[in-house]
């Protein structure tokens, strides 16, 4: 990626089972193959989990072997290059700020709407990582208490009921009772009702299915009204919404919008912050990793 954060080449391996060993030769062969044709000064890794603050350990990945790996290292030591390690979450909320929906705001929130929801916060030009490097877990803010059961075992949490899973949840059970106006749902799946996701459901609300929209507004007012709560802690200036469940577009945020207004402390009576959904798609994690690997590389600072 150049300095105007344009992708120049790209290259993609699968990941390799579950040994950190062999993911981080996986890494250096990519490297090693992107800098024939271009030369490479520094490396960013945006990987899902928790880093710690210096960002040099990724202390527990939910998809990857990764406990209390020394990563950064690692890979310095196999890439002879510097390596700048964050969350991915981070990496996409500072490429929106840098080149993006966010782009230049001083207090911006980015929410990630997948199969649950993640988040990242860039303040006066740094990324915020709270006091222990682990901050923006927003999707496990309790919404209902005693509501849905969460993998990571508290009960309500937000990205229970404003995710792509809530989706799908919500658009399976109904098709499971056999509801007359599940009918196009089910036939979409050809009456597999496990295939039922909320990518299915997505697709059918843009086709004009009215189940699918009801459904898709039912989780974008979830979704405003815990933007409302970040807003009455965090106070930002914007909300900058991706993710895949966001290829809906104003089927999803009109109606976060309006609960959010509905919601929001204060409202009639203070500013509010906007909401818009992201720009750059599911390559925003890899263009604020190289981004921030540059930054980081120059010594400037880049985290709180």
């Given at each position: 990626?150049?300095?105007?954060?344009?992708?120049?080449?790209?290259?993609?391996?699968?990941?390799?089972?579950?040994?950190?060993?062999?993911?981080?030769?996986?890494?250096?062969?990519?490297?090693?193959?992107?800098?024939?044709?271009?030369?490479?000064?520094?490396?960013g890794i945006g990987a899902a989990g928790w880093m710690d603050?210096?960002?040099?350990?990724?202390?527990?990945?939910?998809?990857?072997?990764?406990?209390?790996?020394?990563?950064r290292n690692n890979l310095e030591r196999l890439l002879r290059?510097?390596?700048?390690?964050?969350?991915?979450?981070?990496?996409?909320?500072?490429?929106?700020?840098?080149?993006?929906?966010?782009?230049?705001?001083?207090?911006?929130?980015?929410?990630?709407?997948?199969?649950?929801?993640?988040?990242?916060?860039?303040?006066?030009?740094?990324?915020?990582?709270?006091?222990?490097?682990?901050?923006?877990?927003?999707?496990?803010?309790?919404?209902?208490?005693?509501?849905?059961?969460?993998?990571?075992?508290?009960?309500?949490?937000?990205?229970?009921?404003?995710?792509?899973?809530?989706?799908?949840?919500?658009?399976?059970?109904?098709?499971?009772?056999?509801?007359?106006?599940?009918?196009?749902?089910?036939?979409?799946?050809?009456?597999?009702?496990?295939?039922?996701?909320?990518?299915?459901?997505?697709?059918?609300?843009?086709?004009?299915?009215?189940?699918?929209?009801?459904?898709?507004?039912?989780?974008?007012?979830?979704?405003?009204?815990?933007?409302?709560?970040?807003?009455?802690?965090?106070?930002?200036?914007?909300?900058?919404?991706?993710?895949?469940?966001?290829?809906?577009?104003?089927?999803?945020?009109?109606?976060?919008?309006?609960?959010?207004?509905?919601?929001?402390?204060?409202?009639?009576?203070?500013?509010?912050?906007?909401?818009?959904?992201?720009?750059?798609?599911?390559?925003?994690?890899?263009?604020?990793?190289?981004?921030?690997?540059?930054?980081?590389?120059?010594?400037?600072?880049?985290?709180?």
């Amino acid at each position: 990626m150049d300095a105007d954060g344009a992708i120049l080449r790209e290259a993609r391996r699968a990941t390799p089972g579950s040994q950190p060993r062999e993911v981080e030769r996986v890494i250096a062969e990519l490297v090693d193959e992107l800098s024939g044709d271009h030369r490479i000064a520094s490396v960013g890794i945006g990987a899902a989990g928790w880093m710690d603050l210096e960002g040099g350990t990724v202390l527990f990945s939910p998809h990857l072997a990764w406990r209390n790996e020394p990563l950064r290292n690692n890979l310095e030591r196999l890439l002879r290059r510097r390596v700048l390690l964050t969350n991915d979450a981070d990496a996409a909320a500072w490429a929106e700020w840098r080149f993006g929906a966010g782009r230049a705001e001083p207090r911006l929130v980015c929410i990630t709407l997948g199969t649950g929801i993640g988040g990242a916060m860039v303040l006066g030009g740094r990324l915020e990582r709270g006091r222990y490097g682990v901050a923006g877990e927003f999707g496990h803010q309790i919404i209902m208490p005693g509501g849905h059961r969460c993998e990571c075992g508290n009960r309500g949490c937000w990205e229970q009921y404003a995710s792509g899973n809530a989706l799908g949840r919500e658009a399976r059970e109904l098709a499971r009772a056999n509801s007359p106006v599940a009918q196009e749902i089910i036939k979409a799946v050809d009456g597999d009702l496990d295939a039922i996701t909320g990518a299915v459901v997505t697709d059918l609300a843009r086709r004009g299915d009215p189940t699918s929209r009801e459904l898709l507004e039912d989780v974008g007012e979830w979704l405003g009204l815990g933007l409302a709560n970040l807003a009455a802690a965090l106070d930002p200036g914007t909300f900058v919404v991706g993710g895949g469940l966001c290829d809906a577009g104003d089927l999803l945020l009109d109606p976060a919008r309006r609960a959010f207004a509905r919601n929001l402390t204060g409202r009639g009576f203070r500013p509010a912050a906007s909401i818009h959904r992201a720009q750059l798609g599911p390559q925003a994690g890899l263009i604020g990793a190289a981004d921030l690997s540059r930054v980081n590389a120059r010594g400037n600072g880049w985290v709180r």
